[in-house]
């Protein structure tokens, strides 16, 4: 049975073992592929895993082989789903691996727009503690969390870890979700819709899905009601926001910070407003790529596969 995965970089450059995998069948790893290069280098292939590279129908469609796609990622909108239906071939996808990962690295960013560490460090080293006349300087607004509101749209499993360390931390948490399950008894909570949240918020975090209803939900309107002492954090999906108009909302004072962890465009355009806007931090989409996660990540692909040969198939997407 041949193996093969299309773009196995990210997910392991080095440091994991695809021995599981190779445990299975054949295996042919491929560290990038680019897209006019898919049919060749699948094109024997029975089982077939893809992070970021597209298998739209026209490709899905002259592999007359193929059994099996697993996305080593949790989104499956690289893989056209309809299509792979009506080809009969299953998709699954890796829903639960990078919940503690990413609600970290939400704080992260969040402290480091708050409280900057780095900036100061970087200070101290250069000197300018030393030439101080005081024996406590900083060079930004710092800011404490405890008793700020914190909004939360989309309180799924990551959204609901980031609330909690958010109560820990002092905080009030209001969220804005389709579904409306039940929440533990935090101090404050309450459900809102995501207009009032964007008014309300000192805090607003994005842990929503990338659906046709909220791409761009985070726009020139949906800014200009958020407070303008407030940050945005997007650890979700880079299409949830428009970057000219986040961009526009910081250099124009409206806005007091934001820390994007996913752009519209992975990689960006060296132009990408974001990338110069005022106090905006960007980092390039690593908020799941803890080794811890990454392992989870590929151990669950392979469970994947494995229930699958087994006849017992889960996580399907279609």
């Not at 009969?88 to 402290?111: C, E, H, R």
């Not at 499993?157 to 109560?167: Q, S």
């Not at 002092?170 to 459900?191: N, Q, Y």
């Not at 820390?259 to 908020?287: G, M, Y």
């Amino acid at each position: 049975m041949k193996i093969v995965v299309l773009d196995g970089y990210t997910l392991n450059p080095g440091d994991l073992s695809w021995d599981g995998l190779r445990a299975v069948g054949e295996l042919q790893v491929f560290d990038r592929t680019a897209n006019d290069s898919v049919l060749a280098r699948a094109s024997q292939a029975e089982i077939l895993f893809t992070n970021k590279t597209p298998l739209p129908a026209q490709t899905l469609k002259q592999l007359p082989r193929l059994r099996y796609i697993g996305v080593l990622a949790t989104g499956y909108d690289v893989v056209d789903i309809r299509a792979a239906r009506e080809l009969d071939i299953p998709v699954t996808n890796i829903p639960i691996y990078g919940t503690a990962s990413v609600a970290q690295f939400t704080f992260a960013l969040i402290l480091e727009l708050c409280h900057p560490p780095a900036i100061h460090a970087a200070a101290a080293r250069a000197g300018e503690w030393s030439r101080n006349p005081d024996f406590s300087f900083w060079k930004t607004p710092l800011t404490e969390l405890a008793g700020k509101t914190m909004g939360i749209i989309g309180l799924g499993r990551i959204g609901r870890r980031v609330a909690e360390i958010a109560v820990a931390m002092g905080l009030r948490v209001i969220a804005a979700d389709e579904i409306k399950s039940t929440v533990p008894d935090w101090p404050g909570f309450r459900w809102c819709e995501v207009d009032e949240l964007l008014t309300q918020a000192d805090i607003v975090s994005l842990h929503c899905p990338l659906l046709p209803q909220t791409r761009g939900i985070i726009n020139a309107a949906a800014l200009a009601r958020m407070k303008p002492t407030a940050l945005l954090i997007n650890t979700s999906r880079g299409p949830l926001v428009v970057d000219q108009d986040l961009a526009d909302a910081l250099d124009g004072g409206r806005l007091a910070g934001a820390a994007v962890d996913v752009l519209s465009v992975e990689p960006p355009a060296a132009d990408n407003p974001l990338l110069r806007a005022r106090n905006c931090i960007v980092t390039p989409h690593i908020a799941w790529a803890t080794r811890e996660a990454r392992s989870r990540l590929l151990d669950t692909a392979v469970s994947n596969l494995r229930a699958f040969l087994e006849g017992n198939p889960v996580n399907v997407v279609n």
